[in-house]
């Protein structure tokens, strides 16, 4: 990528976290709407500066099989709130324990552990109350959606059996299989769900539909090596969260089975594979390739 290319980038990618501001800040009440304490602590984590990375995955899938997805980013917006529940759920002192998260004090540190956890739930429950009211998509087409969206946040291969995987391998001996296992489900399902709601939304043939999931089989893959590579590498400063958390808890990471040089390579490969899955696309995925890019390439 030129520097040109990536200028352009970090342009779009500003630009999607506003389109994706607005949505949210639309479907979540407003710090003084009562009870006003759940809603501070509801925004004070969804606020908090994140990449927007999943909605901002659907939005571009939904763009890559049609030219007007209108309203995607509603839909793409319900990502966010699932992921930012489970950072809080995660940060609690009974699951990671951190005190940092996107450069500032975890929810529990500023709003304590009770109401961390109902700011958690209540993100979880309005994301499918966001979904059921979609203007302009059909019953059929919601139904998928919410299947999708659960699924991937579920328990069978979804987001929360792969965090129990994460609990229950730390200080076990790190291998590939428990490893995959870990990953696949707690951060992979997740992007690559984002992927398939986007096309899903956008009315993707089965072909196409095939395509970006094999595209956000890879794209998760990549991101999640990534992650454990700067964990070990970067700074909490430049992280947002508390770094060498993993290596402290001993949990089962890309590093810790395969070493760093090769975790790097993998990622690359995992990118490479991206690239492909989308062969059969035109210019109009050529964000979705962009994006695997920048997910390798991150520094943060």
Known sequence: MTKAEQIGLQDYLAEQVQIVDRALNDWVPGDKVEPASIHR???????????RIRPILAMAAARAVSDSPGGVEHAACTLELIHTYSLI???LPALDNDDLRRGRPTCHKVFGDAMAVLAGDALLTLAFEVL????????????????????????VGGMIGGQVNDIEGERRRPTALLLESIHRAKTGALLCASV?????Y????????SALSEYGEHVGLAFQI???VLDVEASSEALGKTAGKDQ??????FPAVYGLARSREMAEEERL???IALRTFDDRAERLRQIADFIVYRKA
């Open 41 to 51: 602590a509801m925004r004070y984590s969804l606020f908090a500066g994140g990449k």
């Open 89 to 91: 759920h995660d940060d």
């Open 132 to 155: 059921s009211r979609l203007h302009g998509v059909s019953a059929d087409r919601k139904i998928r959606l919410v299947e999708e969206l659960s699924r991937s946040a579920g328990t």
């Open 196 to 200: 398939r709601m986007g096309a899903i």
């Open 202 to 209: 956008a009315g993707a043939t089965e072909e196409e539909l």
């Open 226 to 228: 990534i992650d454990d």
């Open 248 to 253: 402290a808890q001993q949990k089962i990471t």
């Open 273 to 275: 594979a991206a690239h």
